[in-house]
C-alpha cells in the first residue's frame, strides 16, 4: 500500500475520527467501544475500521474482552491499534529525512551536543511566542498536542520524586507522559544526541522558571520526556 | 530455531575516557547516577550479568584500557533488552550528559559480540573484541548497535568458536 493511499482513506470523516480515537487510546480498542466514541453504529463501525486496518494504519488482532475464558466465554473480540509504521506524503517529493540523519551523523561524530541543545532551546522559546513560562500542565498538554506529541496524564500515585521524598496525601501529582516521539527515526539511531535535542526543546518551549518542568525519564515505547508540575502538591 | 541459537547472549563492553577523575567534583553528577543507574541495569528484564571490581559495587576502579578510562562490561538476553536499558531508562540522561564527563571518542567506544549463555565474558576477551571493531568494521565477531548481527550469523561465520571455555 503507497502511503498516499492509506493517508486518503482518512479523508472519510467517520474513519478519521475512528482512526483518532484508536491511536489516542495507546492500547487496543474494541468495535464496540471506539463505535460508541464515534458515535456511529457497530456494524459501520467495524466496517471501518477494518478498512483502516486493510490500507495499514491500524493492526487488527483478537482478544477476549471480558476477561473470561474457556468453554462459555464467547468468541475473542477484535481489537485495533496503531500500526508502528510510518505513513508521509510530500508534494512536491522532498527528503528531509535524509538530511537529518546526515546532519545527525555529523553533529555525532562531531560531539556538537552542547550546541545542538542550545540550538533546540532558542527554538523551543521562539515556538512559544510569549515571554511568560507555560502556566500549567494543561496548557502544557496542548502545546504538547499541538506538536504531535499524544500527550496524556499519568497519575504519580506511589512514585517518590526525586529526593525520594513522599509525594503528598490527598492528590498524587500528575506527570505529562507522551506516547508518540516527533523525531522518532533519528532518535532511535542517536538516542543520546536526539533525546538530548527532545528535552531542550521542551524546556525552551515551557521556560525553565514557571511552574511546569520537562525532564527525561526515558522508558520504553514513549517519548523520553515528561513534563510536571513540581509544586503542584500545594494545590 | 536451534538451540545453540537459543542459547547464546550478548556481551557488551563500552569504554569512557574521564574528563576528569572520578572524585573530581565536576565529575560528581555521574558519580552520583552510578549507584542508581547500576541498580536499574541488575533489575532491567534481560539482564544477565555485570562486571564488578571484587569488594566494589562496580568497575570504575578496573583500569584496564588506560587510568582515565573506565569500562562498562555487561551480557544480556538480547540486544533489544540491552537497547531499552541503554536508551530508554535511567541510563538515558547519563549518556545525554556524556559530553560533560567523557572525551569524545574518534575510534567505537562500544563493543557488541554473542557468546554462549552462562559464559562471562573476561576484560582480556571484551577488549579484543573492540580492537577487531575498531581494526575491522562490524562484523559477526564484533559489532554495534547500528550494525548487528544475530546469533546465528555469528555461529555461522565462527565455526571454530570455543564453547564455554574455562575461564583462567
Known amino acids: 500500500m503507497e502511503d498516499i493511499d492509506a493517508i486518503a482513506a482518512l479523508q472519510d470523516p467517520v474513519r478519521r475520527r475512528l482512526y483518532e480515537y484508536v491511536v489516542a487510546q495507546g492500547r487496543e480498542v474494541g468495535r464496540n467501544e471506539a463505535a460508541k466514541a464515534a458515535g456511529v453504529a457497530r456494524t459501520l463501525a467495524a466496517h471501518h475500521l477494518d478498512k483502516l486496518t486493510e490500507v495499514g494504519l491500524l493492526e487488527s488482532g483478537s482478544r477476549r474482552l471480558t476477561g473470561r475464558s474457556g468453554p462459555g466465554a464467547g468468541r475473542p473480540a477484535k481489537v485495533y491499534t496503531r500500526a508502528r509504521a510510518e505513513r508521509a506524503v510530500s508534494l512536491p517529493a522532498r527528503d528531509y529525512r535524509t538530511a537529518a540523519e546526515l546532519l545527525a551523523e555529523a553533529a555525532e561524530q562531531a560531539g556538537l551536543d552542547a550546541g545542538l541543545c542550545a540550538a533546540a532551546r532558542r527554538r523551543g522559546e521562539a515556538l512559544r511566542g510569549s515571554a511568560a513560562p507555560c502556566g500549567g500542565l494543561e496548557e502544557a498538554m496542548e502545546m504538547l498536542a499541538a506538536r504531535g506529541y499524544a500527550p496524556h496524564l499519568e497519575s504519580a500515585a506511589g512514585i517518590q520524586d526525586a529526593e525520594g521524598a513522599e509525594v503528598a496525601a490527598g492528590g498524587a501529582p500528575a506527570v505529562v507522559r507522551m506516547r508518540n516521539c516527533p523525531f522518532h527515526a533519528v532518535a532511535e539511531r542517536f538516542p543520546p544526541l536526539v533525546c538530548g535535542m527532545n528535552l531542550a526543546l521542551l524546556q525552551g518551549l515551557f521556560g525553565t522558571d514557571g511552574p511546569v518542568r520537562a525532564r527525561m525519564d526515558a522508558r520504553p515505547g514513549e517519548c523520553c520526556v515528561v513534563v510536571e508540575n513540581p509544586k503542584n502538591n500545594l494545590h | ?168
Do not use: C, K
Request: aromatic residues 8%.
Open chain 2, 1 to 168: 530455531m536451534t538451540a545453540s541459537v537459543r542459547a547464546a547472549h550478548l556481551a557488551q563492553l563500552n569504554v569512557a575516557t574521564l574528563l576528569h577523575p572520578l572524585d573530581d567534583p565536576r565529575t560528581a553528577p555521574f558519580v552520583e547516577m552510578l549507584g542508581p543507574v547500576n541498580a536499574a541495569a541488575d533489575g532491567a528484564p534481560g539482564f544477565v550479568w555485570r562486571l564488578v571490581e571484587d569488594g566494589a559495587a562496580d568497575a570504575t576502579a578496573l583500569r584496564p584500557a588506560g587510568d582515565d578510562v573506565i569500562v562498562n562490561l555487561t551480557v544480556w538476553e538480547t540486544p533489544a533488552a540491552l537497547w531499552d536499558f541503554t536508551y530508554r531508562s535511567g541510563h538515558l540522561e547519563a549518556m545525554r550528559r556524556r559530553r560533560e564527563w567523557f572525551a569524545r571518542h574518534v575510534e567505537a567506544h562500544l563493543v557488541l559480540w554473542w557468546v554462549p549463555a552462562g559464559h562471562l565474558p573476561t576484560v582480556g576477551e571484551a577488549l579484543e573484541r573492540l580492537a577487531d571493531l575498531r581494526a575491522n568494521g562490524p562484523s559477526p565477531r564484533a559489532f554495534t548497535f547500528a550494525s548487528s548481527y544475530t546469533a546465528a550469523e555469528a555461529a555461522q561465520h565462527l565455526p571454530t568458536e570455543p564453547q564455554a571455555q574455562p575461564t583462567p
